[in-house]
């Protein structure tokens, strides 16, 4: 039995994908170099196959929180809409601070003193949507909040979680991302690649869903980072508008398909072939020389220090995050087994306490393993075995490795590549095409 990790950003766990809407790219795409400006006003716009044109703009919906007690706050005035039906359950003025709760088959929203705002009954599977007035805002969290654009929509989940999931136009959605994604104090060209990228691999997800579930994609590495306003500033927005409606695309002329592009912090070298993460196999994704991270990102980050975890802790944390090792009982020893072509570990072989062997993939190991305090930064390293511990050394880079390299990026914009090259060299093959209209307006 192999445990494979199916599907990752930074990463998100998905199954296989497969791509749910094709997009038709009109023919004669000008595939010269451009630069930004240029290639905003010349790509030609595409739409989902089958299906009638994105129009200017598509709304994404972004997990933020799961919790059994969620704070809201909005300044300005605000309704409530049950989702089915389209049915508006009340209208309510700002208030400074608001909690949500579910509990006695009733949803409750209360002050800070505990006064009653609003109650509604539901059952399971209900969605209660906000909707701040116009030119307003929400602030949504637990102990914390951030503040959000677009409406808030809040899913009954069991008895009494909650799923709140911020609903709102992609181009907006981007500005909180971008920035989150990627210093703001980077070249400009750097941060209009990191607007394509995350453009495309967010209308990918849109298109992959096609609206089943209740959102597209999480707001947390395990997608890619988006903190809403806090994220957002006037550079961020700049390349996010310069690039509006622009996404990847590869295949053949006339026919080209969006497609996942990943990206992650520090390649360490070289780029990954999505096959071997991902399952996934896309020229635009295989791997890529990168003489270019090594100059830009932080020496103890391109090559890493050794990093020595508790065997203990590492069979623990991966029984606890895998069910299927549970019969190994114990974890008493790792083997690498197999290595891609460019160095990183791709599975590993687990040995439990009673002689059974599983194998893994070499992400979701590092995945369940690593930590705040600890991080097994990359799976490029070497491993020994050090008596009472597991060594990782000789370990290079930051993150799957995958698509464009964020530090190698910034590093080409310095060196004075455009945004068009170095999307080229990181996603070779691939073309810049607008996915929806209206591209010249805000």
């Not at 451009?34 to 200017?56: F, I």
């Not at 791997?287 to 991270?293: E, I, L, N, S």
């Not at 990359?378 to 000789?394: A, E, P």
């Not at 990026?409 to 068009?420: D, I, L, P, T, Y």
Request: hydrophobic share 35%; glycine share 8%.
């Amino acid at each position: 039995m192999e445990i494979q990790f199916p599907v990752i950003i930074h990463g998100t766990i998905w199954s296989r994908l497969l791509l749910a809407a094709v997009l038709a790219a009109v023919a004669g795409c000008d595939r010269q170099g451009l630069d930004v400006e240029q290639q905003r006003k010349q790509t030609p716009v595409v739409s989902p196959a089958n299906a009638e044109p994105l129009g200017p703009e598509v709304d994404i919906r972004v997990l933020l929180l799961q919790a059994d007690r969620v704070k809201l706050t909005c300044p300005g005035s605000y309704t409530i809409w049950k989702v089915a039906g389209d049915k508006k359950l009340a209208d309510l003025p700002g208030q400074s601070e608001t909690t949500l709760t579910f509990a006695h088959g009733s949803w409750q929203l209360t002050d800070r003193q505990g006064t009653a705002l609003f109650s509604a009954p539901a059952g399971a599977g209900d969605i209660l949507e906000i909707r701040p007035g116009p030119n307003s805002l929400i602030a949504v969290g637990t102990e914390k909040t951030m503040t959000y654009r677009g409406r808030v929509r809040c899913i009954l989940q069991g008895d009494s979680r909650i799923a709140v999931v911020n609903v709102l136009p992609i181009e907006s959605y981007l500005d909180g991302v971008v920035g989150a994604e990627m210093w703001s104090h980077w070249q400009m060209e750097a941060l209009c690649c990191q607007s394509i990228a995350s453009r495309t691999y967010a209308l990918y997800q849109i298109h992959r869903r096609q609206g089943r579930g209740h959102w597209d994609l999480r707001s947390t590495q395990n997608s890619q980072v988006y903190r809403g306003l806090t994220g957002e500033n006037q550079r961020v927005a700049q390349a996010v508008r310069q690039t509006r409606s622009m996404v990847l695309a590869c295949g053949p002329a006339g026919k080209e398909k969006i497609f996942p592009a990943y990206f992650s912090a520090i390649c360490g070298g070289h780029t990954e072939d999505a096959q071997v993460v991902f399952k996934q196999d896309l020229e635009p994704l295989k791997g890529r020389k990168c003489p270019y991270c090594e100059k830009s990102a932080p020496d103890d980050y391109y090559r890493w220090p050794e990093l020595e975890l508790s065997k203990e802790l590492v069979s623990r944390k991966l029984l606890e995050r895998y069910s299927s090792l549970k019969d190994l009982k114990a974890i008493v020893d790792i083997e690498v087994v197999q290595k891609s072509e460019y160095g990183r570990v791709e599975k590993l072989s687990l040995t439990g306490s009673q002689g059974l062997k599983r194998t893994i993939a070499a992400e979701p190991f590092r995945l369940a393993i690593t930590s705040a305090e600890k991080p097994l930064r990359s799976s490029w390293y070497r491993l020994k075995d050090g008596r009472s511990v597991w060594k990782f050394q000789n370990g290079r880079g930051f993150g799957h490795g995958v698509g464009m390299c964020q530090y190698g990026c910034e590093q080409m914009a310095r060196q004075g590549s455009n945004c068009r090259t170095i999307l080229q060299h990181y996603y070779p093959q691939a073309i810049l095409v607008r996915a929806y209209s209206g591209y010249g307006a805000n």
